[in-house]
């Protein structure tokens, strides 16, 4: 019998006490609590995932091997909080987190969390490989942003360009020229607390992550060669 992932309000308890108590003091004295009730069952809930997805088109892998650690680099930071106030991990063809060219990524957090998938903070080469693979197959990229869209997602604006990027001056008029300006190509749905305690996140956020894969697959047929 496969295991339930077991959020429950403790959990978010736990989640809100580090956000309102970000201190070393704090997190040791909550370890093991924040262990059992965050950590554990967001490894589990990546393995879900994976096993959910294993037989698609695209399967991506996640496990706890894929987490990011709670600690945050404050180096070159203002901010000095030593903890991130939330869990994450990501999900990719070799589950491993070594793979950046294209990922799920999923985060839990105080307010509830989120699953997104796509292409983040690229090089340029390899974001200008994806741009040139949107001119090149307009069509077929029309046809994957409809297909999201209908699914209830849209690619993220939070990060684009006031002007065509250097080398796409001349496709000021394309189609997708607003696309190209994008300096990463992101879709991502939020579920609150209720969905995280409720035991559905494993199929909802599996449902994701199998829309994005269309996605996914284009810019990594663009990031072959890059």
């Given amino acids: 019998m ?3 992932v077991a959020f429950t309000d403790t959990t978010f308890q736990l989640l809100e006490g580090l956000r309102d108590n970000n201190n070393k003091e704090w997190y040791a004295e909550n370890k093991a609590a924040f262990k059992a009730a965050c950590l554990d069952p967001f ?3 990546l393995d879900q995932i994976t096993n959910r997805v294993a037989g698609e088109p695209l399967p991506l892998e996640g496990s706890e091997q894929t987490m990011f ?4 680099d404050v180096r070159f930071s203002k901010d000095k ?5 939330s869990v994450s991990g990501m999900m990719t063809r070799s589950g491993t987190k070594a793979e950046m060219n294209g990922m799920a990524f999923i985060q839990m957090d105080p307010t509830g969390g989120f699953v997104a998938g796509g292409f983040y903070r690229l090089p340029t080469p390899k974001l200008n490989a994806i741009r ?3 001119i090149d197959q307009a069509d077929e990229f029309s046809t994957i942003l409809d297909t ?3 699914q209830g997602h849209q690619l993220s604006e939070m990060q684009r360009l006031t002007r065509m990027p250097k080398g796409f001056t001349q496709y000021d008029d394309h189609i997708h020229a607003e696309h190209v300006k994008l300096k990463g190509f992101i879709v991502r749905r939020a579920f609150d607390r209720d969905v995280w305690v409720s035991g559905e996140i494993a199929a909802l956020g599996a449902v994701v992550v199998s829309q994005v894969a269309p996605l996914l697959q284009f810019g990594m047929d663009a990031l072959q060669d890059a």
Avoid: E, G, N, V
């Avoid at 909080?81 to 106030?85: E, G, N, R, V």
């Fill in 2 to 4: 496969t295991q339930q």
């Fill in 69 to 72: 650690r709670m600690h945050r």
């Fill in 132 to 134: 040139q693979r949107i």
């Fill in 43 to 45: 490894a589990l809930l």
């Fill in 81 to 85: 909080s030593p903890y991130k106030p």
């Fill in 148 to 150: 999201l869209k209908s």
